[in-house]
């Protein structure tokens, strides 16, 4: 399984700014080194999809949302729906990333409806998980997490989850190779535990504060199935360092 390089750009430049990303990006993809073992992603702001989606054109760079309504229409004023973001070329959405539950209160039930939705609009769904600073002093960081599996990931889950813990989210303080380890070993043993054999293939993301500095390192720790990247994101050629760091499953 190749590993999964994934940008989210979250509330951050104006049209052209995503349009001049989104080509960098692509032009940049296309220089790799063929046979390069991972998949890029990136995730612009919603008004941004369909410009980025032509300015990528036909570079191996797919395109996803940042988050999706559990529903497939209806009242919900300033929401976006899955077979929405399906139809302007998304084939991934993050959902119930830390900040999406600390900023609109999203629930573990909510982000297993919305991970449903997504499946069923034929996107795949990168799910988010991870404890808070107070969590990890209070050495909590497994339970809180074990606790997000189960209750965001619907079964069967056909999806990703990401990794990503609070405190190093745009703070510039990656988690050590030694917390991924540990994390992502206990992240794998759970989604065997709850999935079965279909657990050991769900890619698991390593996300917080990655840069091309430490993605080497952190993208070779066992069971780092890829990274998703916010602020490095945002710079095509710091996000196609880290996808050269990637390796092969
Ligand atoms: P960061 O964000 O790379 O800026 O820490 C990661 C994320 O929120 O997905």
């Not at 941004?48 to 004023?77: F, N």
């Not at 991934?92 to 982000?111: A, F, K, M, P, Y």
């Not at 990274?227 to 945002?234: E, P, T």
Request: net charge negative; proline share 5%; aromatic share 4%.
């Amino acid at each position: 399984m190749p590993q999964l390089i994934a940008g989210n750009w979250k509330m951050h430049g104006l049209a052209a700014d995503a349009v001049a990303l989104a080509k960098a990006v692509a032009a940049g993809a296309a220089g790799l080194p063929t046979g390069l073992p991972c998949e890029l992603l990136v995730c612009p702001p919603f008004v941004h999809l369909t410009a980025v989606a032509h300015a990528l054109g036909g570079a191996p760079v797919a395109l996803g949302g940042q988050d999706c309504h559990q529903a497939k229409q209806g009242a919900h004023t300033g929401d976006i729906s899955a077979p929405m973001l399906r139809d302007v070329g998304a084939k991934w959405v993050i959902l119930g990333h830390s900040e999406r539950r600390q900023n609109h209160g999203e629930t573990d039930e909510q982000v297993r409806e919305k991970v449903l939705a997504a499946v069923e609009a034929g996107l795949t769904p990168i799910v988010c998980v991870g404890e808070t600073a107070d969590q990890r002093a209070g050495g909590q960081e497994t339970e809180v997490v074990g606790w997000q599996i189960a209750g965001s990931l619907p079964k069967p889950f056909t999806g990703v989850v990401a990794y990503e813990p609070i405190w190093a989210i745009g703070t510039g303080k990656n988690a050590t190779e030694q917390d991924v380890a540990t994390m992502h070993a206990f992240i794998r043993e759970e989604l065997v535990r709850q999935f079965a054999e279909a657990g050991a293939d769900i890619r698991i993301l390593y996300g917080g504060s990655v840069r091309p500095e430490n993605a080497t390192s952190l993208l070779a720790v066992p069971h780092v199935g890829g990274a998703l990247i916010g602020g490095a994101s945002l710079k095509a050629n710091d996000f196609l360092a880290i996808a050269r760091a990637a390796k092969g499953g």
